[in-house]
Structure formats: structure tokens, C-alpha cells
């Protein structure tokens, strides 16, 4: 009897959580955490603004959750490119990612980590603060990988890390403001052309 109780815990909620979270994802990524009504939201994941507060929290809860969906999915490229067998062929691979992920036919031209929380008012303050931290996270991860190719010999041994991966990541946020600009792929890989060139060594 027990155990038939514990078969029916509540109510399902009715909705796919996880495609709920996708829309909202794009929701922000067009429109910016400003700009993303809680209409918007709601009605672009399909479901009521209690089933919301209920399923994800509030709107800077769900911001982070999509925020966490993004760098999961449409900037997963940073991951995989930190595993290059070499420093060159990892920077390579966040620039083309950028270019990608900026420029991708069905999604928004730019990235939801640079136009995500532009500081306008307080209310936009803690997901600015969010986005400043994802992004000083990737550097600070980018710095570490180019300070162990310096150890390794893979990059000369007077290369500042630090100094490198900032100009890299400061062309991958470019990237994406001027993808944002309307500035198409092919134009854009030639920015990442040009920028390699300039690689140490």
C-alpha cells in the first residue's frame, strides 16, 4: 500500500523543462536580459508566469539558467577548443567558433555572453555582473592554457599569457559585436586569417 502511495508524488508539470529552457535561451540571446519581458518569456516557452516562477525561479534565476544552456550548447566550443593539442590550434578554435555561433543560419547574429546584459539600469545590474564573470572566467581559463604552452615549449618563452589571451578574447567578443553589425561570415573569417597571422613565433 505504501509503496503505492509513493508512486504518485504530484502533479507533472506538463511541459518539457528542457525545451522551455531553450526558448527562453533565445529569448535572451535576441533580446537581451532588459529587453526579455516576462511575457516574452512565458509565452515564447509556452507555459504560465506561476508554472515559471515554479519550474525555474525568477528572472534572474532563469537568466542563469539559460546563461548555463548557452555555454553548454552554442559556446561549447570554448571547451573543446581549450583541448587543441596546441595553443595555436586552440585560439584558432574560439575564433572560428565565434564566427559560427555569431553568424549561425536560425539564430541571432551576435552572442548572448557580449549583448546578453548591457548596463542601462540597476534591475540589469546582477546579470551584467553574471556576464562579466562568464566572460573574465574564459579568459582567465584561456591564460591558463597559454601559460602551460609556455611550459611545455609550445609557445616561445617570452610570450605573455596573460597579455595573449586577452587579445584573443577581446577578437572573439569583436566578433560577435560586429556579427551583430551585420557583418557576414566570410568577412569575419577573414578577421580570424588576419589575426593569426599575428601569432607569436
Known sequence: MSGARNTVIGRPRGFDTDEALERAMRVFWQRGYEGASLTDLTTAMGITKTSMYAAF?????????????YSDGPAGYIESALAEPTARAATEAILRGAVRTSTSPGDFAGCLTVQGALPSNDGCRSAHDVLVEWRNEAGARLEQRFRRAVRDGDLPRGTKPKRLARFVMTVAFGISVQAANGVGRAALDEIVDQTMLTWPG
Open 57 to 69: 525561479g525568477n528572472k534572474e534565476e532563469l537568466f542563469r539558467k539559460a546563461l548555463q544552456r
